[in-house]
């Protein structure tokens, strides 16, 4: 198992930048994969990156280019770095873990990200 806390989100102007921190309970390179989702209201929830515990990453297209996904084994924690923000990027930020392949999925409570002007 593992606990997920996330951190960094805010309010900010179309074309700001954030970073989004998720702190895991246990060493991260003990878990195949991490990753940021977000959900818009009336929207499903959808992927936005990850990260493997080898370093892969996936990106939305509609991010690529403009996010970062990383991870700090050290610290056991997985980040979002969010610039040129638009308001269609507005929604709750969900970090996710795997520890498997094919295990359960762990899930944080969420922050919120708004983009406004």
């Known amino acids: 198992q593992v606990q997920l806390v996330e951190s960094g989100g805010g309010l900010v102007q179309p074309g700001g930048s954030l970073r989004l921190s998720c702190a895991a309970s246990?060493?991260?390179?003990?878990?195949?994969?991490m990753g940021w989702y977000r959900q818009a209201p009336g929207k499903q929830r959808e992927l936005v990156a990850s990260?493997?515990?080898?370093?892969?990453?996936n990106y939305a297209d509609s991010v690529k280019g403009r996010f970062t996904i990383s991870r700090d084994n050290a610290k056991n924690t997985v980040y979002l770095q969010m610039n040129s923000l638009k308001p269609d990027d507005t929604a709750v930020y969900y970090c996710?873990?795997?520890?498997?392949?094919?295990?359960?999925?762990?899930w944080g409570q969420g922050t919120q990200v708004t983009v406004s002007s």
């Open positions: 996710n873990a795997r520890i498997t392949l094919f295990g359960v999925d762990y």
């Open positions: 990260i493997t515990s080898g370093n892969s990453t």
């Open positions: 246990r060493r991260i390179f003990t878990i195949y994969a």
